[in-house]
């Protein structure tokens, strides 16, 4: 898969040390999938959730640890994730990061 834009990783392993080994996991694990659909993308990654945001668009989130939660935009006919954000799971439970996709 193309992965768009992996600087946003990047940024997030600046602000979260402690999160770059899994970060790194996933960027390299996602990078080589040739995911056709959601069944194949939880087939890597079973902790994978898709999740309807405000705009009505379906996210695919990426529980990184109990920690951290990666959002991401599959989109499996051209091959490439968008990275959307990185936030740690009490920001996510909150639930406030649907208003802004």
């Given at each position: 898969m193309r992965i768009i834009s992996k600087k946003?990783?990047?940024?997030?392993?600046q602000q979260h040390p402690g999160a770059k080994p899994t970060i790194d996991h996933w960027y390299r694990a996602a990078k080589a999938a040739i995911w056709k659909n959601f069944a194949e993308t939880r087939a890597t990654f079973a902790h994978a959730?898709?999740?309807?945001?405000?705009?009505?668009?379906?996210?695919?989130?990426?529980?990184?640890?109990?920690?951290?939660?990666?959002?991401?935009?599959?989109?499996?006919?051209?091959?490439?994730?968008?990275?959307?954000k990185f936030i740690t799971?009490?920001?996510?439970?909150?639930?406030?990061?649907?208003?802004?996709?």
């Open positions: 946003r990783l990047d940024e997030a392993s959730d898709q999740v309807s945001v405000q705009s009505g668009r379906t996210v695919t989130v990426f529980n990184l640890t109990n920690a951290f939660r990666l959002i991401t935009a599959i989109h499996y006919n051209r091959a490439s994730v968008f990275i959307l799971h009490a920001n996510y439970s909150k639930d406030t990061w649907k208003n802004d996709l």
